[in-house]
């Protein structure tokens, strides 16, 4: 042990105890960054917004316990402000304050395009409001006026990230109508972006700011959607670099465990795999080297449609069973977090309870729908408590240095 380090605590030292313990006591807040790196949270979608203040308490209380410290929810553009002249802030007030009271960091995703601001192709290829809500806004700027109003309403708060869009690389969620068919459209969807992010950043200079989370995509077509390298590809020398941390993600590996080369493994192809799939080298190569990659929606179902006999030829399960969902939540977890510049992982989500039960979607949650926990709640525990302890010793260490570079 070096010398410095022994016999009498010198001043420096007792001074660079106080800082860890300042940190780790949340009495100073280091850069978003640093704060995030061992966190962990999960998908809530809108689920929250439409619970009484009852209900929405003793839920985030359920979540802090978990160890999570942060939710992910949509904020529609299409249900606060459902005309240019009116806004309706009160469910979304509720949250917001809720999460605080309950000291839960929000990763906001904007979302969602009100009638009055669709394009009118839109408006008459679509008639279905809920697709049509999906339909790229007529107008970028709308857009970011809507973003940067959200921003500044909640700039005191715990509003620590925005995700701008979901799934953007799907037609399910974004709708481009060029000549009467509907695509997806990466440079459309790069103004909306840049333009959303110059308005966030004056009200939330420290915040997170990503791109919409892409969705696993590997039967690509027209009717469909892109591939994720593809359109991230397509995406990246279009936006702005200086605005954004990074990009967001949808790592989906099921039905096989994260680690496992597959064609349709989302994790996986994050940063290993071929050239062409593999996001780190498309980011690499457009200049997005030093950039985060958030994991926002990660997990498995354990419901669904599809059996083994079912499958058609290049087809997967859509759902796991419950031992299965653990497994894969458990390796996700940990090899999510030894990966170079990520950001937190978002698990989807907490409960059945609270997911549409359509399809595959109602099987995602770490409980069943009477509230009583599948092995994977006891998995997302035990691994968020890792992830604390690395956080705690990260801070430490960081302390130490910050002391010594102002010394």
Same mark, same amino acid.
């Given at each position: 042990?070096?010398?410095?380090?022994?016999? +009498?605590?010198?001043?420096?030292?007792?001074?660079?105890?106080?800082?860890?313990?300042?940190?780790?006591?949340?009495?100073?807040?280091?850069?978003?960054?640093?704060?995030?790196?061992?966190?962990?949270?999960?998908?809530?979608?809108?689920?929250?917004?439409?619970?009484?203040? +009852?209900? !929405?308490?003793?839920?985030?209380?359920?979540?802090?316990?978990?160890?999570?410290?942060?939710?992910?929810?949509?904020?529609?553009?299409?249900?606060? !402000?459902?005309?240019?002249?009116?806004?309706?802030? /009160?469910?979304?007030?509720?949250?917001?304050?809720?999460? $605080?009271? #309950?000291?839960?960091?929000?990763?906001?995703?904007?979302?969602?395009?009100?009638?009055?601001?669709?394009?009118? /192709?839109?408006?008459?290829?679509?008639?279905?409001?809920?697709?049509?809500?999906?339909?790229?806004?007529?107008?970028?700027? *709308?857009?970011?006026?809507?973003?940067?109003?959200?921003?500044?309403?909640?700039?005191?708060?715990?509003?620590?990230?925005?995700?701008?869009?979901?799934?953007?690389?799907?037609?399910?969620?974004?709708?481009?109508?060029?000549?009467?068919?509907?695509?997806?459209?990466?440079?459309?969807?790069?103004? @909306?972006?840049?333009?959303?992010?110059?308005?966030?950043?004056?009200? =939330?200079?420290?915040?997170?700011?990503?791109?919409? &989370?892409?969705?696993?995509?590997?039967?690509?077509?027209?009717?469909?959607?892109?591939?994720?390298?593809? %359109?991230?590809? !397509?995406?990246?020398?279009?936006?702005?670099?200086?605005?954004?941390?990074?990009? $967001?993600? #949808?790592?989906?590996?099921?039905?096989?465990?994260?680690?496992?080369?597959?064609?349709?493994?989302?994790?996986?192809?994050?940063?290993?795999?071929?050239?062409?799939?593999?996001?780190?080298?498309?980011?690499?190569?457009?200049?997005?080297?030093?950039?985060?990659?958030?994991?926002?929606?990660?997990?498995?179902?354990?419901?669904?449609?599809?059996?083994?006999?079912? @499958?058609?030829? =290049? *087809?997967?399960?859509? #759902?796991?069973? *419950?031992?299965?969902?653990?497994?894969?939540?458990? *390796?996700?977890?940990?090899?999510?977090?030894?990966?170079?510049?990520?950001?937190?992982?978002?698990? #989807?989500?907490?409960?059945?309870?609270? @997911?549409?039960?359509?399809?595959?979607?109602? &099987?995602?949650?770490?409980?069943?729908?009477?509230?009583?926990?599948?092995?994977?709640?006891?998995?997302?525990?035990?691994?968020?408590?890792?992830?604390?302890?690395?956080?705690?010793?990260?801070?430490?260490?960081?302390?130490?240095?910050? %002391? !010594?570079?102002?010394?």
């Amino acid at each position: 042990m070096s010398k410095k380090f022994s016999g +009498a605590p010198y001043p420096w030292r007792i001074a660079c105890m106080v800082l860890a313990i300042m940190l780790l006591s949340g009495l100073i807040t280091p850069p978003v960054h640093a704060a995030t790196r061992y966190e962990i949270g999960i998908s809530t979608s809108s689920s929250l917004l439409w619970m009484d203040s +009852a209900a !929405q308490h003793a839920r985030l209380l359920t979540i802090k316990k978990s160890g999570a410290s942060w939710i992910r929810i949509d904020f529609s553009w299409a249900a606060i !402000q459902p005309r240019p002249d009116r806004y309706m802030w /009160e469910p979304y007030d509720r949250v917001v304050q809720a999460a $605080a009271a #309950h000291n839960i960091k929000i990763l906001a995703v904007l979302i969602y395009t009100p009638p009055w601001a669709r394009m009118p /192709e839109c408006r008459s290829l679509i008639p279905d409001d809920n697709e049509a809500k999906k339909c790229a806004p007529r107008n970028a700027a *709308e857009f970011a006026s809507f973003a940067g109003t959200v921003a500044a309403r909640y700039s005191r708060h715990t509003m620590r990230g925005w995700e701008i869009w979901n799934e953007p690389n799907l037609n399910g969620y974004w709708k481009s109508v060029h000549r009467n068919r509907v695509l997806v459209d990466p440079r459309a969807y790069a103004r @909306l972006a840049n333009a959303a992010a110059r308005q966030i950043k004056p009200h =939330n200079p420290d915040a997170v700011i990503l791109t919409g &989370g892409l969705a696993p995509m590997f039967e690509p077509s027209l009717s469909k959607g892109m591939r994720q390298s593809e %359109y991230l590809a !397509q995406l990246l020398p279009h936006l702005e670099a200086g605005l954004f941390s990074g990009i $967001a993600v #949808h790592p989906y590996s099921w039905p096989v465990l994260p680690t496992k080369a597959a064609p349709y493994n989302a994790f996986y192809t994050v940063d290993k795999s071929k050239d062409a799939l593999n996001l780190r080298v498309v980011m690499k190569k457009s200049g997005w080297r030093d950039k985060e990659i958030w994991a926002t929606e990660y997990g498995a179902s354990t419901k669904g449609l599809r059996s083994v006999n079912d @499958l058609k030829r =290049n *087809e997967r399960l859509d #759902h796991v069973n *419950e031992a299965a969902q653990a497994r894969i939540l458990q *390796e996700g977890i940990r090899h999510w977090y030894k990966k170079s510049n990520a950001g937190p992982m978002f698990v #989807h989500s907490d409960s059945d309870q609270w @997911l549409a039960q359509r399809r595959n979607e109602g &099987g995602f949650g770490l409980k069943r729908s009477d509230g009583t926990p599948k092995p994977a709640y006891d998995i997302f525990r035990r691994e968020a408590q890792k992830l604390k302890k690395s956080r705690k010793d990260k801070d430490a260490v960081r302390a130490g240095r910050l %002391y !010594q570079s102002r010394s």
